[in-house]
Structure formats: C-alpha cells, structure tokens
T-cell receptor, first 110, second 115 residues
C-alpha cells in the first residue's frame, strides 16, 4: 500500500469554479499534512499545511483534514488559469519522513 | 523563509560516469534531508533519507551502491549517481525539513541527462 494516494486526474474546471483535490494516507499516526503546488520543471512550493481535524482556510484555498478517515483535501475557490499546475499531497509520517502522493494535474479553463 | 540550495541545476554526462549533486541548507541546520527522483509527468518518488552523522536510509528498490548519499555536515548532503546510464536521466530534488518538521523546503532540482 502506498503511503499517500491521490487521484492523478487530470482535473479540468472552468475559471471561477471550485476545484476539489483529494488525498488519503496509510500511516494512521501521521500528524502533519501538506499541499504543494508544482509547475512543470520546477520544484514544489508549499501552499498550505494542516495538523488538526477540520478546515483551514487561507485566501482562496481551504484544506480539510479527517484523521479518522485518513483523508485530506484541498479546495480552490474561484479557480484561475494561473492555478493550473500539479498539486501534491504530502504527509509527514511517524518515522518523520515526507511522503508525496502521485499528484493531481489541474487545468483551469478560461 | 528557509532556503535550500541545490546544484548543479542541469547536468549532462556520458554513460558510465558519475555525477555528484549537492544540497545545502543555507540558513538552518538540517539533520535530515530527503532525496527524490521525478520522471516526466510523474510525482516525486522518495529515494532515500539522508541523516547527518549516520548512514542514509534507502527506499525499497533503490540501489544504495548506485546512489551514494553522504550527509557530511548539518548543512550539506550529496547524492552521487555512480556509473550513470540513460535510464537514470531524471529530475532529482532534495528537501530538508525545518527543525520542527512543520515544512519541507526544496532545492531547485537537478535535471540529469545521461547520454
């Protein structure tokens, strides 16, 4: 079983819509969860981190965590073409290792 | 914010030669660094965890004799691809978590092409 699993997509949404990205993880003891954005040929950049169950909002981005279901999601409201990228879910497991999901490719259509 | 510097950013080498990639944490100490490989249109795959002062921990399927990792100090980890072959051509990225493990900072990545 992979440490972190994501739907690889591709996901296409029209400009202004909500994009929903999902992720599950296997290590139940994990405490730290991250969403990174990666543009082609570039290193990932951190969008949000979340540590507690519930929602965390930052601008147009909302991260949601449900530890009981081992599920993390990222919502992007009012999607813009510039949001088109690959979004990587990352989990810091109980061994203090960062594992990444396969990434979800998002395209926002103008 | 914290900075991780990785170089070279791009390298082309002949098949059979070795290539060293450096990863430095510029403004914080990193007892742990992670090395990833990314093939086109695929995600980051963890290759190994580099630990300062001890041996690296390799993921299953990664050849430790081929991908040599040295974490010589609290600010420097190196990955040496030995006897490189064309199938080793990939994007290699290092990252270092801060001391509180609240974020992992990434190097700029190294595009390796083996011809």
């Amino acid at each position: 079983q992979k440490e972190v699993e994501q739907n690889s997509g591709p996901l296409s949404v029209p400009e202004g819509a909500i994009a929903s990205l999902n992720c599950t993880y296997s290590d139940r003891g994990s405490q730290s969860f991250f969403w990174y954005r990666q543009y082609s040929g570039k290193s990932p950049e951190l969008i949000m981190s979340i540590y507690s169950n519930g929602d965390k909002e930052d601008g147009r981005f909302t991260a949601q965590l449900n530890k009981a279901s081992q599920y993390v999601s990222l919502l992007i409201r009012d999607s813009q073409p510039s949001d088109s990228a690959t979004y990587l879910c990352a989990v810091l497991n109980t061994g203090n290792q960062f594992y990444f999901g396969t990434g979800t490719s998002l395209t926002v259509i103008p | 914010g914290a900075v991780v510097s990785q170089h070279p950013s791009r390298v082309i080498c002949k098949s059979g030669t070795s290539v060293k990639i450096e990863c430095r944490s510029l403004d914080f100490q990193a007892t742990t660094m992670f090395w990833y490989r990314q093939f086109p249109k695929q995600s980051l795959m963890l290759m190994a965890t580099s630990n300062e002062g001890s041996k690296a921990t390799y993921e299953q399927g990664v050849e430790k004799d081929k991908f040599l990792i040295n974490h010589a100090s609290l600010t420097l980890s190196t990955l040496t691809v030995t006897s490189a072959h064309p199938e080793d051509s990939s994007f290699y990225i290092c990252s270092a978590p801060n001391q509180m493990n609240t974020e992992a900072f990434f190097g700029q990545g190294t595009r390796l092409t083996v011809v």
